[in-house]
């Protein structure tokens, strides 16, 4: 009977952490002070199935880097509170990933984390994490229903079966900020 007692002491003190690791996508999806962004496994498996010349390298090379994504999730905000929950959700979440890389400049971080995949070449996520960005953006405002938002903090999730040969390339396309110091890391 003691011992049950603990057990449920100890699961009530942790339900606070265990909320505090709640997904940050799904906790922001539906916030007024954010722009979300979620593309679905099947938007990418639809861009996997348009018809494409596969004599040209760059075409073939793009299409085998969606056909790799499973996931992109993405949060934009210029709200204090939510960049510092963001910050500490980041914090916990990279105890299971390796730091890449690393920027700082003027007070803007860019950190970029990966997943190992299924060899040293591949990576099952792939999370970018930007914050500080307004300084260095020339028009870091982006208009959301008639609504001027900047540029602050921004967190990319990207999950499947990164090739991390085409990072560099993906960002870019992407124009994800940082992305560009990626390329001599290849």
């Given amino acids: 009977m003691k011992k ?9 003190l942790m339900m606070p952490f265990a909320t505090k690791a709640q997904d940050i996508f799904t906790k922001y999806s539906d916030n007024a002070d954010v722009t979300y962004v979620n593309i679905k496994p099947k938007m990418f498996q639809m ?23 499973t996931s992109l999730k993405t ?3 210029e709200k204090g509170d939510i960049s510092a929950d963001i910050t500490s959700w980041v914090s916990s979440k990279t105890s299971s990933l390796e730091e890449l890389m690393e920027v700082k400049d003027d007070g803007t971080v860019i950190k970029f984390y990966v997943k190992e995949g ?4 591949h990576v099952q ?15 870091a405002n ?3 229903n008639g609504e001027q938002r900047k540029f602050e903090t921004v967190i990319v999730s990207l999950t499947g079966d ?14 994800i900020p940082g992305g560009e110091h990626l390329e001599d890391k290849e």
């Fill in 142 to 144: 982006v208009s959301v």
């Fill in 47 to 69: 861009l996997a199935k348009i018809d494409i010349d596969t004599d040209d390298p760059e075409a073939k090379e793009y299409l085998e880097m969606v056909n790799s994504i």
């Fill in 75 to 77: 949060i934009i905000t």
């Fill in 118 to 121: 299924k060899d040293e070449d």
């Fill in 125 to 139: 996520e792939l999370l970018i994490f930007v914050n500080g960005i307004s300084k260095h953006m020339e028009d």
């Fill in 162 to 175: 990164i090739d991390l040969k085409q990072i560099s390339k993906l960002t870019k396309q992407m124009n």
């Fill in 4 to 12: 049950n007692v603990i057990l449920i002491a100890m699961a009530l």
